[in-house]
């Protein structure tokens, strides 16, 4: 018997039908169907694909998860039916959040939809960020100040492209640039022009089709309690942010 054979049982009886009437429902003979659920014969990816979409779960849980562990009515459901995996809490029923820290940041463009990446990554707890699937995510560079390199940055995930506001911050996942986090200015058709809010970097594009996932600032998690200069038009932050700024122009008319 193979996981997979006792996961398409245990989803079968717990949805109350019959090996005939799934067989049906894939277009398939009964006798075909019962080999795979007894582990006599392996399903080719035509049928792996049928039965993930009949129960609206996705192809790796089916074959690397247990599925007798998890309420499968709990998972978040994405497009191409993949997920963000349940969602778990603590004993005082407060949500998981999973922490992507720079060590395994590298990883996460090839991990997220790996459901033993995703688990094995550090999960906390934060009582006050109320429903939704969150996720922490680290900041790099001097882009989005306050937010220092190091700091996390914990979002909700966006289950569709409509949810998105103009001049609200996200972490964006895209195909060409990973992992960013930036204000959306979405003015474009069909892509969505990034910014930062330090003005010495440039906006961008970034096309629909190339963002994999969306996740709506909550929250961060710093390590700085130092007193903002902002307030300030002399201060040194100002003046540097200044000359990168000159600098940029000036190079623009070479």
Same mark, same amino acid.
């Given at each position: 018997?193979?996981?997979?054979?006792?996961?398409?049982?245990?989803?079968?009886?717990?949805?109350?039908?019959?090996?005939?009437?799934?067989?049906?429902?894939?277009?398939?003979?009964?006798? !075909?169907?019962?080999?795979?659920?007894?582990?006599?014969?392996?399903?080719?990816?035509?049928? *792996?694909?049928?039965?993930?979409?009949?129960?609206?779960?996705?192809?790796?849980?089916?074959?690397?998860?247990?599925? !007798?562990?998890?309420?499968?009515?709990?998972?978040?459901?994405?497009?191409?039916?993949?997920?963000?995996?349940?969602?778990?809490?603590? !004993?005082?029923?407060?949500?998981?959040?999973?922490?992507?820290?720079?060590?395994?940041?590298?990883?996460?463009?090839?991990?997220?939809?790996?459901?033993?990446?995703?688990?094995?990554?550090?999960?906390?707890?934060?009582?006050?960020?109320?429903?939704?699937?969150?996720?922490?995510?680290?900041?790099?560079?001097?882009?989005?100040?306050?937010?220092?390199?190091?700091?996390?940055?914990?979002?909700?995930?966006?289950?569709?492209?409509?949810?998105?506001?103009?001049? !609200?911050?996200?972490?964006?996942?895209?195909?060409?640039?990973?992992?960013?986090?930036?204000?959306?200015?979405?003015?474009?058709?069909?892509? *969505?022009?990034?910014?930062?809010?330090?003005?010495?970097?440039?906006?961008?594009?970034?096309?629909?089709?190339?963002?994999?996932?969306?996740?709506?600032?909550?929250?961060?998690?710093?390590?700085?309690?130092?007193?903002?200069?902002?307030?300030?038009?002399?201060?040194?932050?100002?003046?540097?942010?200044?000359?990168?700024?000159?600098?940029?122009?000036?190079?623009?008319?070479?």
């Amino acid at each position: 018997m193979s996981l997979f054979s006792d996961n398409i049982r245990t989803l079968r009886v717990n949805h109350k039908i019959s090996q005939e009437k799934l067989a049906e429902n894939l277009c398939i003979a009964r006798g !075909r169907y019962a080999k795979y659920e007894e582990g006599r014969s392996e399903a080719p990816y035509d049928i *792996l694909k049928k039965i993930a979409h009949y129960y609206h779960i996705s192809i790796d849980l089916l074959l690397s998860v247990d599925v !007798r562990k998890i309420d499968t009515e709990d998972l978040l459901k994405l497009e191409n039916n993949r997920l963000v995996l349940p969602i778990m809490v603590d !004993r005082d029923g407060e949500n998981f959040i999973e922490v992507v820290t720079q060590k395994v940041k590298a990883g996460y463009l090839n991990g997220y939809a790996d459901p033993e990446y995703i688990e094995s990554l550090l999960q906390i707890s934060l009582p006050f960020l109320g429903p939704g699937k969150h996720r922490g995510f680290p900041v790099e560079g001097d882009s989005m100040p306050p937010h220092e390199d190091g700091s996390i940055i914990v979002g909700r995930y966006v289950e569709s492209l409509g949810e998105v506001l103009d001049g !609200r911050t996200y972490i964006f996942i895209t195909k060409n640039e990973g992992m960013v986090y930036k204000r959306l200015n979405k003015n474009k058709k069909n892509a *969505l022009v990034l910014e930062s809010d330090n003005t010495f970097y440039p906006s961008y594009e970034v096309k629909a089709s190339d963002i994999l996932e969306i996740w709506e600032y909550t929250c961060n998690i710093g390590r700085n309690d130092k007193k903002s200069d902002s307030h300030n038009p002399n201060s040194l932050l100002d003046l540097i942010i200044k000359m990168r700024e000159e600098i940029r122009e000036i190079s623009s008319k070479i």
